[in-house]
């Protein structure tokens, strides 16, 4: 009989940020050439951007997209004790949650340089990572998420 050994690990707000700007990246670096290059059809003296103001920019993308999701679990787990997400780390039943709640998470990316769509993307990548990595995440806001990879893939998140 084998021992399967959880870890637990703690991502604090810059780290998380940080994943999902790396995931982010390629979709912000689309997004910003294509707008230069459609202000470059009026303005031939227009610049690509550089790497930097990718990476830059894919960090604020990052950090909205964390701050956002956290808030929206701090919010569902307080009429909730523990919620189990889906795939693109929400609560895998839309209906426990609040309907100006999923708005107000949608909302959230509007002013940036992907949409709400990308954004779901980008968390149902870091999804993946947390399924390799597996175990207890302690999470900023007083969150835990608990990945049971087996015998189907659950996220579990509740408050500390």
Known sequence: MSVQVITRRTLDLH????????????VV??????????IAKNDPDHA??????????????GEV?????????VQAVCDHARLELNSRLLPRD?????????????RSVALLTIDHHEAHAVRSVFCGWLLVEGGIFDLPLDLVLEVRPNPTTIFVVSKR
Request: glycine share 0%.
């Open 15 to 26: 780290r998380l940020s940080q994943y999902m700007a790396n995931i982010a990246t390629a």
């Open 94 to 106: 839309v209906r426990v949650i609040d309907e100006e709640k999923w708005r107000t998470l949608d």
């Open 65 to 73: 997209i964390v701050t956002s999701w956290l808030e929206f679990l």
């Open 48 to 61: 690509l951007p550089d790497e930097q103001e990718i990476l830059e920019e894919a960090m604020k993308v």
């Open 29 to 38: 670096a689309q997004h910003l050439i294509d707008e230069a290059q459609e």
